[in-house]
């Protein structure tokens, strides 16, 4: 099926040419202020694909799709909310309103977990930009074209490298320093495409970004892994865009030259994978050898449901994808909205495991992404009868840490590592003394 109904051609729907939607008159007139205040901060864009064949427009507002990729109201406070809106009232100036969205935006956190001072790497004693290397055996490169997605994600982080505030952004002028690094980490077998979403890219850009990846000094580099949302935006990337072939063939050619090509499909919401071009994207790239695992962040109003994430595992395995992390968001950017405290966080990651066949158990979550690492919440447990989080790390700054639980007191409150405090009357956690905290 290379051409179908599915296929609009591309065309990315943003702030300044949303009144061509239909979608967005059919809404009230309050509803289409929300998102005109509301993305004058926080950047907005999405596709007709999206629009059309992932949200259910008979129950926007509510609907997880368009919480996902609408800007809502909540995102701001009252108090900024307002200020946006008396300047949209008023016709103030664009400069005005771009200033007052500048001081909201600064005041949300750009780089949360200290990516900014950590982890990035040198070679010869220049740091590398665009380059992030933390675990031992992976490097996660963001290349200078891939630092945008088909659509965005209202909760997400990146807002800084989108909104072209450029030393806020990281980003490799090319692969260059990446083989020259990875010749001197033989340690490293996993290189993982990031972005925004790699996979925005043209395939002749990014085969040159992976192709010197093959060379044999770097055969240490068993996998590489690109990251994306496209599978979930625009799923045509892998089926009818004019490169989508050419895509194809370049995994081939990394599975053919003995490399592992993992597709760490960001999904959110079964929808995403509820429709015949999603499929089909999925069915392409199993069938030139690709392994495609799930993983996504758990968002309130969009996926803070139990048999959402079921469903969404149970269609993953059907179509032969891995599930693999469900992720605590980060503390960062519209948080107060999006954010779900750990404990019912790992409530609905129970719940949802627990209905859900051993093939698709290969999930672990919640998992933070945070300075010290990637720490597991187990579950809940008592001791004394005083209920404690049960936590281990999957990734440690240090690897000595990996896999050793540790607890932390119950708070139903706390949202993060940092909002955690050890359990018996120590002070700290047995990482905390060699762990400098940022945010995290
Ligand atoms: C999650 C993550 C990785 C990859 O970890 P895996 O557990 O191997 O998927 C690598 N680097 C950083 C900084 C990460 O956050
Ligand atoms: S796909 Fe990822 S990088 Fe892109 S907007 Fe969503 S969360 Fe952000």
């Known amino acids: 099926m290379h051409q179908n109904e599915h296929s609009p051609p591309y065309q990315p729907i943003v702030r300044s040419n949303i009144d061509q939607l239909p979608q967005y008159h059919a809404l009230s007139p309050e509803q289409r202020q929300q998102i005109k205040v509301v993305s004058a901060v926080f950047p907005f864009r999405t596709n007709r694909y999206v629009v059309d064949h992932l949200i259910d ?65 040198n070679l010869d004693g220049e740091p590398l930009p665009g380059l992030q290397h933390k675990y031992p055996e992976t490097v996660l490169f963001f290349p200078s074209k891939g630092q945008t997605c088909h659509a965005y994600c209202s909760y997400c982080f990146r807002w800084a490298q989108f909104i072209g505030v450029q030393d806020l952004r990281f980003a490799a002028k090319e692969s260059d320093g990446l083989v020259r690094y990875l010749r001197q980490h033989p340690e490293v077998t996993d290189v993982l495409f990031t972005g925004g979403d790699p996979a925005i890219m043209k395939t002749s850009a990014l085969r040159q970004y992976i192709e010197p990846l093959l060379a044999p000094e770097l055969d240490h580099v068993q996998s590489i892994r690109i990251g994306t949302k496209s599978l979930a935006y625009w799923p045509q990337r892998f089926v009818t865009d004019d490169d989508a072939d050419d895509l194809l063939h370049l995994f081939e050619e990394l599975i053919a030259a003995g490399r592992h090509v993992a597709i760490m499909g960001h999904y959110s919401h079964p929808r995403e994978l509820s429709t015949p071009v999603a499929e089909e994207a999925v069915r392409r790239l199993r069938d030139v050898g690709c392994e495609i695992r799930m993983q996504a962040p758990i968002i309130r109003h969009v996926n803070d449901d139990p048999h959402a994430w079921a469903s969404l595992w149970r269609r993953g395995v059907r179509l032969g994808l891995v599930p693999y992390y469900m992720f605590v968001s980060r503390d960062t950017g519209p948080k107060n909205y999006f954010e779900v405290p750990l404990a019912e966080s790992v409530k609905i990651f129970r719940k949802a495991y627990s209905q859900v066949s051993g093939l698709a158990r290969t999930v672990r979550g919640p998992v933070m992404s945070a300075t010290p690492g990637k720490v597991l919440i187990n579950g809940v447990a008592h001791i004394d009868s005083q209920p404690v989080f049960v936590l281990t790390f999957l990734q440690g700054r240090d690897p000595a840490w990996v896999g050793r639980p540790f607890f932390a007191r119950y708070d139903p409150e706390a949202t993060w590592l940092f909002d955690l405090q050890p359990t018996h009357g120590t002070k700290e956690f047995f990482f905390d003394a060699s762990t400098e905290y940022v945010s995290a």
């Open 57 to 121: 427009w008979a129950d926007v507002p509510h609907d997880p799709m368009y919480q996902l990729t609408f800007p809502q109201q909540g995102m701001l406070s009252a108090h900024d909310y307002e200020t946006i809106a008396r300047l949209l009232r008023q016709n103030a100036p664009r400069d005005a309103v771009q200033q007052a969205a500048h001081e909201i935006r600064m005041r949300h956190n750009p780089h949360p977990a200290g990516q900014m001072t950590y982890n990035v790497p």
